[in-house]
C-alpha cells in the first residue's frame, strides 16, 4: 500500500472478484493421414468445408475413410476440432509447370531520308501443333515523313501507336537503346512457342486485302510487302531494316508453381458426375507487359494476381509476385519459384529464327531474359519474356501415407522434441478433451496416446478394437492375449475403448465400409456436453444413439456385452437393439482397479476440473502466502465446485485451505496447499426392479 503524506481525497481499486473461467469440454483431436494439408501440426478445424479444403477428400489417401470421414462425423457434433496430418516417409509437393515463354517481337530503325511509313502488324498468329494459323488482331497506323532525325521519326512511330492504343492493344511499340543504336521495339502480348507475329508495308489503307479461306491475310496480295530478315519496304529502298522473331519458350526453364504442402489431394482428377476437383493454374495475358494468374480450384475461382514482367530488370521477380516461400506468399494456396536451368542466350539470326550469333548492333537478347553468357546483365529488361498461355494442371505429389507398419507406427508417434505426430497434443493452449488415431490399432500408437494422454492429464485416449476381432478375440486382445496383435493389456483411466467397427455409407465413393468406432464414442461424447453436462455417461438411449451408422460389424447379445464389459475386462460394446438401434452401451475407462475413475464420465470430469482449477488460481503463484490468499483461493474454488453440484456432477464437497493445510514448514519451502474433497455422483448402469408377490391377506 503507498504511504501519503501530503494531505488529500485518494482513490484506490482493489479488485477481489477472481472467479473460474469456463473451459470448452468438447475439443476433441484427431491424427491421420491425409492428401493435403500441414503435416505435423495440430490445425483447428471448426468447419467440415474448412476440414476437406484444408486436408483432402478420403478417397485419395490411405485410411481417409476413417480418418478423414471419422474427422467429418465429429465436426457434426462439435465446431472445434484438431486434426494431425502424419507423414511417412518423404512426401512430396505436386506442381504445376507453367511454361516460360519469348513473346513474337520485331527491331525497326528509321528508314533513310525519314519517309512516311504505313504499318500493318498483323500482332500476332497463333499457331496451333499442325501449323494452322488463326488471325488474332491486327493494327494499322502510319508514321508520318518529314522527321528531322531518326529518334524523332522513332518518337513519331511511339505517338502513332499510342493514339490508337488502348488495354486491349494487342502489341507495345517503344522507343529503346542497344548500345549505341535506336531502334522501335515491336512486343506481343502473348508468348510461347506456338505464337507469331508479322509486319507488313501497305501502299494505302484504302484496299481492301485478299484474304484465303481461312480469312487469314493473303501474303501475295499486291499491297502488301513484308517485312521479315533485314529486307527492305517495298519500292523504298533505303527504308528501315526490320529484325522479327516468332515466340519461342525458354529451354528447360519453368516457373514452377506449388501448394505450400504435399500430397496429391492437390492434382486434378474427376469424380463420379463430371465435377472436376484439385487445383489448376490459368495463365491469361491481359497486357503487353504482363499476365492473370487465376486459381481455381474444385472448378472455381479462388483466386487472381497480376504478374508483370516489363520495365523491371530482373526477370527472376516472377517468383516475388506470388512469394517463394509460405511467408512471403501473397497467395492463401501456393508458392512458386523458378525452376530449371539458367535462361539461355537468346539471339536471331538473319531468318528470324533463336540464334546464338547475331552481330551485336541488333542484340536483342537482354530483352529475351536479360542474359549475357550466361550472367545477367544490369540492364536486363525482359519485357518479352512472359508466362505462355493456358491452362496449367497440377501434377504429382505423394501424400506420405505408407502401408508398412513400422513407418505407420513411427509417422503417427512422431518426435516428442520435434512435437510431431501424436506429439503434436502435447500442448497445454490447445485444450484438448479427446483424442483419437482411427484406424491405426498398433500397440505402439495406441500406447503412445494413451501415454501422452496420461502424462498430460489434459484429455482422454479415445481407442478401438481391430477390425474383424469376435467377441472372445477382443476380450484377449485388450488383455494382451492371443496373436491379435496386442502384446500388453491396457490399463489406465485416461483411455476408453470400443467395440465394434460400424458399417457406415461413404458419399466419396459411394459405397460401404466398416469405420472404426473410437472417433462416434468421441462425437458421442461431445453430443453429451451439447445436450446435458460433461459428468454425465456418454452411453445409453438418452444421449448414444448412433444414427449414422447402417450396422454394427459384430452383433452383440447379453452374454457378449457381459463378458467384453465384466469381470475385470474394459471393452465398452456398441450394441444393436431393435427397435432401438445402435447405442454405446458403455462407458468404462480402461483402469482395472475398481473406483470412481474406472467411469469415463468421471474421468472426463475430473479433466475438466483440474483445467477449471488451474486456470482460476494460476493467478495466485507469487502471492503471499497468508490467510487473506488463503481466502481469496477458496472464495474462488467455493462457488466453482457448487455449481458443479447443481448441475450434478458431484453430491458433496469441500474446499479446505487454511493452516491445517499450509502448515509452517510448507510455508517455509514456500508451497501453498489446497484441499478439495468431492463426492462424484454415480451413474445408474444398473437397474433392478424387485417385484414381491403376497397373497391376498398380507399387507402392502
Not at 270 to 282: I, M, P, S
Request: include cysteine.
Amino acid at each position: 500500500m503507498p504511504n501519503y503524506t501530503t494531505p488529500g481525497v485518494y482513490f484506490l481499486e482493489n479488485d477481489f472478484s477472481e472467479y473460474a473461467p469456463s473451459v470448452n469440454s468438447s475439443v476433441a483431436a484427431v491424427i491421420g493421414y491425409a492428401s493435403m494439408g500441414p503435416e505435423n501440426k495440430a490445425t483447428l478445424i471448426t468447419s467440415a468445408k474448412q476440414f476437406v479444403d484444408t486436408f483432402g477428400r478420403p478417397d485419395t489417401v490411405l485410411n481417409g475413410e476413417h480418418a478423414i470421414l471419422g474427422t467429418l462425423e465429429i465436426l457434426k457434433k462439435t465446431n472445434n476440432v484438431y486434426f494431425v496430418r502424419a507423414v511417412a516417409g518423404t512426401p512430396e509437393k505436386a506442381k504445376a509447370n507453367v511454361k516460360i515463354g519469348f513473346c513474337p517481337a520485331a527491331s525497326i530503325t528509321a528508314p533513310q531520308g525519314y519517309a512516311s511509313m504505313h504499318l500493318l502488324v498483323s500482332v500476332y498468329q497463333v499457331h496451333d501443333s499442325e501449323g494452322a494459323e488463326t488471325l488474332v488482331d491486327e493494327l494499322r497506323f502510319v508514321v508520318p515523313k518529314g522527321a528531322s532525325s531518326e529518334e524523332n521519326w522513332l518518337d513519331s512511330l511511339v505517338t502513332e501507336y499510342s493514339k490508337i492504343s488502348t488495354n486491349n492493344t494487342p502489341i507495345t511499340i517503344s522507343k529503346e537503346t542497344i548500345g549505341s543504336e535506336l531502334l522501335g521495339l515491336i512486343t506481343s502480348r502473348h508468348a510461347g512457342g506456338l505464337t507469331g507475329m508479322a509486319i507488313y508495308a501497305v501502299s494505302s489503307f484504302t484496299s481492301d486485302f485478299d484474304t484465303d479461306a481461312d480469312g487469314l491475310i493473303d501474303y501475295n496480295d499486291a499491297n502488301i510487302a513484308i517485312l521479315r530478315s533485314f529486307t527492305y519496304i517495298g519500292d523504298l529502298s533505303t527504308a528501315a531494316s526490320v529484325v522479327v522473331c516468332n515466340g519461342g519458350e525458354a529451354a528447360a526453364l519453368n516457373w514452377e508453381v506449388s501448394p505450400f504442402y504435399s500430397g496429391a489431394g492437390y492434382n486434378t482428377s474427376t469424380l463420379e458426375g463430371g465435377k472436376e476437383t484439385g487445383l489448376k493454374v490459368d495463365i491469361n495475358p491481359t497486357s503487353n507487359a504482363g499476365s492473370d494468374v487465376v486459381l481455381y480450384r474444385d472448378a472455381a475461382l479462388v483466386e487472381a494476381h497480376a504478374i508483370s514482367t516489363g520495365g523491371t530488370k530482373h526477370p527472376f521477380w516472377l517468383t516475388k509476385i506470388i512469394g517463394d516461400n509460405k511467408d512471403e506468399s501473397r497467395s492463401g494456396l501456393v508458392q512458386a519459384e523458378l525452376a530449371g536451368d539458367q535462361l539461355p542466350l537468346i539471339e536471331l539470326d538473319s531468318y528470324g529464327d533463336w540464334y546464338r550469333q547475331l552481330s551485336t548492333t541488333k542484340d536483342l537478347s537482354v530483352y529475351w531474359g536479360g542474359v549475357d553468357e550466361g550472367d545477367l546483365k544490369s540492364d536486363a529488361n525482359p519485357r518479352c519474356m512472359k508466362l505462355v498461355p493456358g491452362t496449367y494442371d497440377f501434377i504429382d505429389g505423394s501424400n506420405g501415407d505408407s502401408s508398412d507398419e513400422n513407418e505407420m507406427s513411427s509417422a503417427f508417434i512422431g518426435i516428442e522434441a520435434l512435437k510431431t505426430g501424436i506429439n503434436a497434443f502435447d500442448d497445454d493452449s490447445l485444450n484438448i478433451s479427446m483424442a483419437c488415431a482411427p484406424g491405426n490399432t498398433t500397440d505402439e500408437v495406441q500406447n503412445a496416446l494413451a501415454t501422452l494422454a496420461e502424462d498430460s492429464q489434459n484429455f482422454l485416449a479415445v481407442l478401438s478394437v481391430p477390425k474383424g476381432l469376435k467377441p472372445q478375440e477382443a476380450i484377449q486382445w485388450h488383455n494382451g492375449e492371443g496373436t491379435y496383435g496386442r502384446s500388453t493389456p491396457l490399463n489406465t483411466s485416461y483411455a476408453a475403448i470400443y467395440y465394434p467397427h460400424l458399417q457406415v455409407f461413404n458419399p466419396y465413393t459411394g459405397s460401404t465400409f466398416y469405420a472404426s468406432p473410437d472417433v462416434y464414442a468421441m462425437a458421442t461424447m461431445a453430443h453429451t456436453d451439447s445436450v446435458s453436462e460433461t459428468w454425465f455417461a456418454p452411453a445409453g438411449l438418452v444421449r448414444a444413439r448412433l444414427t449414422s451408422p447402417l450396422d454394427t460389424e459384430v452383433i452383440l447379445n447379453a452374454g457378449d456385452r457381459t463378458a467384453l464389459y465384466g469381470g475385470g475386462n474394459v471393452v465398452n460394446p456398441i450394441a444393436k437393439f431393435n427397435p432401438d438401434g445402435i447405442v454405446i452401451y458403455g462407458q468404462r475407462t480402461a483402469q482395472r482397479t475398481p473406483s470412481s475413475l474406472d467411469r469415463v464420465n468421471i474421468r472426463r470430469m475430473m479433466i475438466l476440473i483440474r483445467k477449471m482449477v488451474l486456470g482460476a488460481t494460476r493467478q495466485f503463484v507469487f502471492e503471499p502466502n497468508d490467510p487473506l490468499t488463503w481466502n481469496r483461493i477458496t472464495g474462488v474454488l467455493n462457488p466453482m465446485f457448487d455449481d458443479i453440484s447443481r448441475r450434478r456432477g458431484i453430491t458433496e464437497f469441500r474446499v479446505i485451505c487454511d493452516s491445517s493445510t499450509n502448515t509452517p514448514i510448507r510455508i517455509d519451502r514456500n508451497e501453498l496447499w489446497c484441499q478439495v474433497r468431492i463426492k462424484p455422483t454415480k451413474t445408474a448402469e444398473i437397474i433392478v426392479f424387485e417385484v414381491n408377490l403376497t397373497n391376498q391377506s398380507a399387507s402392502v
